[in-house]
């Protein structure tokens, strides 16, 4: 009898969410959780937004989004009109948002928002009753910025946006602790043995191969979907992402949401606000332009209900003298000789792994 409990590498992919799994005999009821008073709570990890997919990090609990990369794309196509490099070493990190491996067609038109310009009061407000019009949203960086009229300064903006239903809301579950932290209790929903099985439709099963290697799609009333995948491994939110369509692809097993199967998933709410120093303060190469600053911004949650997300990015450019030719400095004097998504979309444009719930609910907005 298999038991699903949601964990999250919420890659809103919401791509590669992962999913924590039990036996059928491991209630999650708080009441049977049976735990050693003097069981040590593991060392709260940070939370960690990344530029890419293909970016490795230590965190714990990682998160990407499309939303920097869109502001990357407007400005190599629009301003620098090609790959962007700096003078001296270019990062790793930058040769891959280069890459440009999410882009606007890999998301609905009517979910993002793109501004660019040279500074001044009237970008800003014409920035801010774009996203009013468009999502009667309003920004939580704008006001960071200096928006006196300069035109030896550029701005780049972003605003991704999704807010979607179930097709039938889950059912909310007892509270219990998530992972190994039995000093805080997450809020679940899913399906249980009470449920209705109209929510059965809810769910896809993509694989089980065991207790804690398996995944699930879960079904909107729009044309997004959230994909839960269960994994210890730890990859990039790219290798994640691949490994979780080649199980799939190699599943033989009931893809349907059957009597006694159970899906259990934590509640998520989260405001992460984060910066790239790695693109800051560089001058692009053959061009007169400087990175100043950069910012991308999450806002998620997640319930019985559905999703909300809302995430903003920029990049603040500033205009400097042109370099001589020989800031190219070719010297040879030593040697020498890269889980939401939408249906039919190959590209996801959300990710985040989850390890410790409180850790991210600790960050999320009322």
Sequence with gaps: MKKLLALGVLAVLLASLPVVASDKKNKLEQSEVKVEQTESVETVKPIEILPTMSVESKAQNRIWVGTFQLVWNELMDNIIYGPIRFVGDTPKVVKELNKQSFKKSNVSENAYYTKYGTVSPELKKEIEKGIKEKFNE??????????????????????????????????????????????????????????????????RVLFYNNSEDFAVKLFTKDKDEVILYRTNDDKTFLKYYSEMKEKTSKYHGNRKFVKDDELIIPEISLYQETNFPEVEGRDIRRTNFRIDRSIETVDFKMNNEGVKLKSEAAVAVRMTSLLPDNGRQFYFTDNFVLFLTEKGQKTPYYAMKVADVETLNKTGRN
């Excluded at 701005?155 to 007892?174: G, H, T």
């Design 138 to 203: 309003t920004s939580d960086i704008l006001d960071s910025f200096d928006w006196a009229k300069d035109s030896q300064k550029l701005f780049v903006y972003a605003m991704l946006k999704k807010d979607f239903k179930f097709l039938q809301a889950f059912d909310k579950l007892s509270e219990a602790p998530f992972a190994k932290n039995y000093n805080y209790n997450a809020q679940y929903f899913g399906i249980n043995e009470s449920s209705n099985k109209k929510l059965y439709k809810n769910v």
